[in-house]
Every structure is written in C-alpha cells, then in structure tokens.
C-alpha cells in the first residue's frame, strides 16, 4: 500500500471520488419524484438518464487507486 501525504484532511485528494459523488447527486431529481409520487418524467427518459449517470458514477469510481492511504499532515510536517 502506497502512502500519499496531503494537507486535506477530506476527500479532495482524491477528484475522482469528487466527481464520482457530483455525478451522483444528478440523480436527485429523479429520486425526489419517484419517493414523492410526483410522476412528471417520461418514464423511459428517466430510466435512461439514471442508468447514464450510473455508468459514470462507476467509471470514475474506477478511476480511484484504493491501494493509496491518504494521511493528512500538520503544518508543520
């Protein structure tokens, strides 16, 4: 396992999980409508968008080397 020193004590040391996350909260409306029975989208439009945004959720969540521990320095480090 590599170590990777970072002033962040988050996960933007990581922009791919970043992304993978902003993706993902596009599907936001569609969950809204669908847990609130607000039925306003085309049902086919609406399953092809999700599973869209699904694909790129998961391409860049391949794009995240797991195999880096992220350890967060001090200013003084």
């Not at 999700?50 to 790129?56: A, R, S, V």
Request: with cysteine; net charge negative; proline share 1%.
């Amino acid at each position: 396992m590599k170590t990777e020193k970072t002033y962040d004590d988050g996960w933007n040391c990581v922009p791919e999980l970043l992304e993978a996350v902003e993706e993902l909260e596009a599907i936001d409306t569609f969950k809204y409508e669908i847990k609130n029975c607000e039925r306003s989208s085309n049902l086919y439009v609406m399953v092809e968008e999700m599973k869209h945004i699904l694909q790129n959720v998961l391409d860049k969540l391949d794009e995240v080397d797991t195999e880096v521990e992220y350890k967060t320095m001090e200013d003084n480090d």
